[in-house]
């Protein structure tokens, strides 16, 4: 049903370091925190849509190519079969990875404190078929790309726990995974 990732980590090429972070994942209570507040926004909406919803008590690590991210599978079974994909997806967006929780303070926070528009930093792509079928995925990072520059977003979940640089440092590497996607090698932690 869904897979709520939050709480994640730069990836390594040095296989200790990226074990070191990997097990710091699932140890850091700054983390876990962050992980489970989305999770349990997620688990919310969609007991409204489903049945026998289980989600696992402990988070597993998923790796992409340049990250290591906090996951969780939430399962179960629709009450109505006839429910639209979109439907549950526009309920669960935004998410509180992406714009905080509780939403509507948050949502209010957001716009009082960044002087710049996110333009299309987040959304959701997906598609959906005539009988509502369908499935649908949160897009946390983005790129606008113009015939002579390039402006990239990404975002970091700000908890209580939160150090400033660790964020930077993980908004940094996720910087990194766009730049890559258009073909240019980024060594070095992004700085502001």
């Not at 040095?14 to 097990?23: H, I, P, R």
């Not at 006839?82 to 935004?94: E, G, M």
């Amino acid at each position: 049903l869904s897979n709520p990732l939050a709480g994640s980590r730069a990836k390594s090429s040095c296989g200790v370091e990226n074990q070191n972070a990997y097990s710091s994942l699932l140890d850091t209570q700054k983390d876990l925190n962050e992980h489970n507040l989305v999770v349990e926004e997620v688990e919310k909406v969609l007991s409204n849509y489903c049945h026998n919803l289980y989600t696992p008590m402990v988070p597993s690590v998923i790796e992409t190519e340049t990250m290591l991210h906090l996951s969780t599978v939430l399962q179960g079974q629709a009450d109505d079969p006839n429910i639209n994909a979109l439907k549950i997806a526009a309920d669960l967006h935004p998410t509180p990875a992406v714009c905080g929780f509780p939403r509507q303070p948050a949502y209010a926070a957001i716009k009082e404190i960044e002087n710049f528009d996110r333009g299309y930093f987040t959304g959701m792509v997906g598609w959906c078929d005539a009988r509502g079928n369908g499935e649908w995925v949160v897009t946390i990072r983005c790129a606008e790309v113009s015939l002579r520059s390039m402006s990239i977003y990404a975002g970091a979940g700000i908890v209580h726990e939160s150090s400033p640089q660790s964020e930077l440092d993980e908004t940094g590497a996720k910087m990194k995974t766009i730049l890559r996607a258009a073909g240019i090698q980024v060594d070095e932690l992004l700085t502001v």
